[in-house]
């Protein structure tokens, strides 16, 4: 049986939703909220992209709202903070739930970026 | 331990509790096979760690059989929880007998340090078999010291 693409399509959907904003002056937010899953991964890489590829100085992800973070989320993650560490600057995540911390801690790439228990301390910036 | 379709004789009357499930080898499916090894673990009383770990080894061994999986076929998911430990088996019919699982990739060092134990089979098929490849792992229930 033949899938439908419409029915991973449906799926990614329900399992990710990302936004973008810019509360502070010189500081972009992107908030991820679900599961960065195979299925969801390139939707994911495409707003990571996104984030790395504005000017802005100070970029945040939010991942707050996230059940389920995969090794190719991880690596998506990674690339971004190599990215932006290239213009001297640090990748500034969110980083509350299990889901998260947990494959940051096991994989040992917790000091790529600078991690941050709530949005309000990611904004007035430093390490937690 | 050369066979993934049935657990040996020895793992059926050692007292492991045995789930399996057959999905279609689909990504949008993996959500369901990682929120089982999530509850199956849970239910053995897995440290939290160990839960997160397990959840995410299984996503990452189903995900690696799907991307070589046969198109239409099956992904099957036996799990054998013993009190200690959970030991998963994943398998997917392939389109080619010479189909591989590549272990040099940034997912597998992952998966490597997730799970305890990690091993790939590669069965070429053949009498009318379709060729399969699996990936077993096993999980203890609480981090021992490395």
């Keep these: ?128 | 331990m050369t066979d993934l379709d049935s657990p040996s004789p020895a793992e059926t009357f050692d007292g492991a509790s045995t789930v399996e499930i057959r999905t279609s080898a689909s990504a949008a499916l993996i959500p369901t096979i990682r929120a089982v090894a999530s509850d199956l673990a849970a239910r053995a009383d897995f440290d939290l760690d160990a839960i997160s770990d397990l959840r995410m080894a299984v996503d990452e061994a189903c995900a690696t059989l799907v991307d070589v999986a046969a198109p239409t076929s099956s992904l099957r998911c036996t799990f054998l929880v013993r009190p200690e430990r959970i030991e998963v088996h994943a398998q997917v019919e392939t389109k080619h007998a010479d189909a591989v699982v590549s272990t040099d990739t940034f997912g597998w060092r992952v998966l490597q340090t997730l799970a305890d134990e990690v091993s790939v089979l590669h069965r070429p098929g053949g009498d009318g078999a379709a060729p399969t490849v699996g990936i077993r792992l096993d999980k203890r229930s609480g981090d021992a010291p490395r």
Excluded: C, Y
């Design chain 1, 1 to 128: 049986m033949p899938e439908p693409r419409t029915d991973l399509d449906a799926a990614r959907r329900r399992l990710l939703d990302t936004d973008f904003a810019r509360p502070l002056p010189d500081t972009v937010v992107l908030t991820v909220r679900g599961e960065i899953d195979t299925l969801t991964a390139p939707a994911f890489t495409a707003a990571v992209t996104e984030l790395a590829d504005t000017p802005e100085p100070t970029l945040v992800v939010d991942l707050t709202g996230v059940r389920f973070l995969a090794s190719s989320g991880l690596a998506v993650l990674i690339n971004a903070a190599h990215r932006v560490e290239t213009r001297g600057s640090r990748l500034r995540l969110v980083a509350v739930t299990r889901a998260v911390l947990r494959p940051l801690e096991i994989t040992g790439t917790e000091q790529l970026f600078d991690l941050h228990a709530d949005l309000a301390s990611a904004l007035a910036g430093g390490s937690d």
